[in-house]
């Protein structure tokens, strides 16, 4: 049987850096990150999609928005970025603080534990996470396939 999944892509600026890296990722510097959401659905609805692509825009672009666009994406153990988030904060635009290093793999993971939690009161799955940390870099987060599969 077919599968049918739909992807949306997203873009933003933020600044991150890598502690205990071993070159030029140590220090603070920015990227255009890009994400796409793939998500399924149970059924297709009368108009035939999965869901509109504006729910995903608003919902988790919202969410990207709010969290990552125009701030700083940084390890909250990191001590040597605590002059940047007074600055950031004071600017209105509150560091977003990781349990781990801001690293593509991690903000993937993150940025798929957050669209799960948009998600959450749909009937929507997130299928995976692709984050690009530049044009020829990028992480994968996968869902586990459902059980009933
Ligand atoms: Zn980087």
Redesign the pocket.
């Known amino acids: 049987m077919p599968h049918l999944t739909i992807s949306r892509r997203f873009e933003w600026d933020a600044a ?3 502690p205990g890296h071993e070159g030029a ?1 140590k220090a603070i ?1 920015g ?1 255009r990150y890009v994400a796409e959401i793939e998500v399924e659905g149970p059924a297709l609805d009368a108009l035939g999609r999965i869901i509109d692509f504006g729910v995903l825009k608003s919902e988790i672009g919202g969410w990207i928005d709010q969290n990552l666009d125009h701030t700083a994406i940084f390890c909250r153990s990191d001590p040597d970025v605590v002059a940047v988030a007074e600055i950031n904060a004071k600017m209105g635009r509150p560091v977003y603080w990781m349990d781990a290093a801001p690293t593509a793999e991690n903000i993937a993971a993150e940025l798929a534990n957050a669209a799960q939690k948009v998600l959450a009161n749909t009937e929507i799955r997130l299928v995976a996470v692709k984050l690009w ?1 530049t044009p020829n870099c990028w992480a994968l987060w996968r869902a586990e396939p459902p059980l009933n599969l």
């Open positions: 991150h850096r890598i990722c510097h990227h940390e």
